[in-house]
């Protein structure tokens, strides 16, 4: 790959931060979006603006067309049968609340749900509303020393009541690489049903719903160099069909009458509203970039580029303690520097112009776990470098001394 041919595509990697070179490394919040993207948001307002599946006029029909094509194009991406089972959400967070919210109608109590220690909070908050709206068991499993999953505790908790288990594809935290085809036939030889949250995978790995046979599958646009706003769900058809609506309103009715609602069909019996069909659309041309560079491209130099920061950190930093180090995980550096607060190592790298994530980073009980109230996150994209991988642990080595 042409790295710096990449890069132009980036307009802000041209920015300076305190009159030093940006180097973003916050790609695991939010990575950035080429120029075709927002050029895609601007020929939207400029040339297509009008309400989608309402107009019989020229604007809404090529508006409308634009946003069906986009929910093809992503059922492609993630091998989806029909793209009547692509659902457009504001992000990975409101599509697993979906989920919790609509599917947990159709649990008993006392029926139990299975997470992981690892999770976001998106992924176990909108669960521990359902489990006491509904009466039901929350169970969570833990994590080895190297920050994978006890396989042997998740299948030590899965009993008779097991009806669903939500666990995240790839940590945010710990870049772990979860074996999420075994977890999801694990639930299926138990009656349970799948919700993967895939907010950190989407953009580092090929995604096949089918192959893994995911009941649900969430991620987010703007983690994927895609716009803000944006998100996915897919589900099982029967699935979907059994649930009840999530929202009531506009475009997900057949016909309402003061006697009663009848609900439109698959997708948009859960699309109330009028949709972001602007930044859908612009999601179309983020996998465009994605298809362009290549997944599998993208994926070989996000691993390059970790092993070389790990190494050279590693090598420069004194007491940096890294926390998840399986072989095959994904593009994340978390550590802390001895005793140093996260907050105080994120300053000083902003003030050298990198920018990396400081926090518990919505992973509270992972957290506790691991007994440290939050880490320093550096995480890579297809437009970092080598060279500002180096420039990261040259700072570190700087910022060192003065904190330990």
């Not at 120029?35 to 989608?52: E, F, I, L, T």
């Not at 049968?81 to 979906?98: K, Y």
């Not at 919210?101 to 908050?125: A, C, F, K, Q, W």
């Not at 390059?304 to 190494?311: G, N, P, R």
Request: hydrophobic share 40%; glycine share 8%.
């Amino acid at each position: 790959m042409d790295i710096q041919a990449i890069r132009q595509q980036f307009p802000i990697l041209d920015r300076q931060i305190y009159g030093k070179p940006l180097i973003y490394l916050d790609n695991t919040a939010t990575s950035q979006t080429p120029r075709r993207v927002v050029d895609r948001v601007v020929d939207m307002y400029y040339k297509h603006h009008a309400n989608v599946h309402r107009g019989v006029h020229c604007l809404s029909q090529e508006a409308t067309d634009t946003l069906e094509t986009t929910r093809s194009r992503v059922a492609a991406y993630i091998n989806s049968p029909s793209h009547e089972q692509i659902i457009f959400t504001r992000g990975t967070t409101e599509a697993l609340n979906l989920v919790a919210s609509s599917y947990s109608r159709l649990l008993t109590p006392g029926d139990e749900i299975i997470l992981t220690v690892m999770e976001h909070h998106s992924n176990i908050v909108p669960w521990q509303m359902a489990a006491r709206q509904y009466g039901l068991v929350i169970k969570h499993c833990g994590i080895l020393p190297d920050g994978s999953l006890d396989l042997e505790q998740f299948k030590s908790l899965i009993t008779e009541r097991t009806r669903l288990i939500a666990v995240c594809h790839v940590s945010n935290v710990l870049g772990t690489v979860n074996p999420v085809k075994e977890l999801i036939a694990m639930a299926h030889r138990a009656g349970a049903v799948a919700v993967i949250d895939g907010a950190q995978a989407s953009a580092h790995l090929p995604i096949d719903v089918q192959d893994l046979d995911a009941d649900f599958y969430a991620f987010s646009s703007h983690k994927m160099y895609g716009p803000t706003g944006v998100g996915v769900l897919y589900g099982r058809r029967e699935l979907l069909e059994k649930m009840p609506p999530y929202q009531g309103g506009g475009e997900m009715i057949a016909h309402v009458s003061f006697d009663g609602t009848t609900f439109a069909d698959l997708p948009f019996k859960f699309e109330a509203g009028t949709p972001d069909y602007t930044d859908i659309a612009a999601l179309g041309s983020a996998l465009d970039f994605i298809a362009e560079v290549g997944l599998g491209n993208i994926a070989a130099h996000e691993h390059h580029l970790l092993k070389v920061a790990t190494d050279l950190i590693t090598e420069k930093v004194p007491g940096i303690t890294i926390y998840g180090t399986t072989p095959d995980k994904s593009p994340v550096l978390s550590f802390n520097i001895g005793h140093a607060h996260p907050y105080d190592v994120g300053m000083l790298l902003d003030k050298l112009g990198i920018a990396v994530r400081t926090g518990h980073h919505c992973a509270q009980p992972l957290m506790q776990v691991l007994g440290i109230p939050g880490t320093v996150r550096a995480s890579m994209a297809v437009y970092n470098t080598e060279q500002e991988m180096l420039a990261l642990a040259n700072a570190l080595a700087r910022i060192a001394p003065m904190l330990v």
